[in-house]
Structures are given as structure tokens and as C-alpha cells.
Nanobody, 124 residues
């Protein structure tokens, strides 16, 4: 079992930045590829970014490419999402997720564990 706790969300004006953190506990963090997803009201959960177990590979949704950066610190059992140049359409609850497979995937069903989410609101 892996427990995930997100933090760092908040209210920010358009063009601003936030850094989300996701702290993991339970099993060996470096055994899991990690992903960030988001869900806006009335919409389905969508993929944002993913990172491989050692951090050597990353993948981003087109909507955030060049603005968001995913990273991880396996010594601290934490994955991060640096979000720059935020837009009102980035407003959502952001979730981190862990999957025991080695490959990166955008599909929520392939992730085994989820955090409770953190709200990000970008004002126009």
C-alpha cells in the first residue's frame, strides 16, 4: 500500500506560478512511476504529466508542455509539479498517482494509488 498526500495548491492570478508536492509513504517510492492528473468541475479526470521511477523520463500533456515541469526526489519520497504561466483553464483539483509498472502512461486506470487532491484556482 502507498499513501499519497498532495500539498501546495491555492489561488493564484493568471500568469503566476505554483509548485505542488506529493509526499509518499508506505512502500519503496522508487519502485513507482508517478503521475499528475487534474479534474475540473463537470469534466473527466485528465492526464497532466508523468515521470519514470528514477526520473530519467517524463511525459506531458500538450496543454501544459513548456509551462509545467514534473520532478521527483526519491530520497524525500516526493514528486513535484512546478506550474508556471498559469491560465484560468488550469483551474482544477490536482491529484498525484503512483503505478507499479515501469512505463509511463496517461491512462488513470493504470495507476494503483491516488492522493486526495489539492485545489488549484487561477483567477483571470
Amino acid at each position: 500500500q502507498v499513501q499519497l498526500v498532495e500539498s501546495g495548491g491555492g489561488l493564484v492570478p493568471a500568469g503566476g506560478s505554483l509548485r505542488l508536492s506529493c509526499a509518499a509513504s508506505g512502500r519503496t517510492f522508487s519502485n513507482y512511476a508517478m503521475g499528475w492528473f487534474r479534474q475540473a468541475p463537470g469534466k473527466e479526470r485528465e492526464f497532466v504529466a508523468a515521470i519514470s521511477r528514477r526520473g530519467g523520463s517524463t511525459y506531458y500533456a500538450d496543454s501544459v508542455k513548456g509551462r509545467f515541469t514534473i520532478s521527483r526526489d526519491n530520497a524525500k519520497n516526493t514528486v513535484y509539479l512546478q506550474m508556471n504561466s498559469l491560465k484560468p483553464e488550469d483551474t482544477a483539483v490536482y491529484y498525484c498517482a503512483a503505478r507499479s509498472g515501469s512505463s509511463l502512461t496517461i491512462l488513470p486506470s493504470y495507476y494503483d494509488y491516488w492522493g486526495q487532491g489539492t485545489q488549484v484556482t487561477v483567477s483571470s
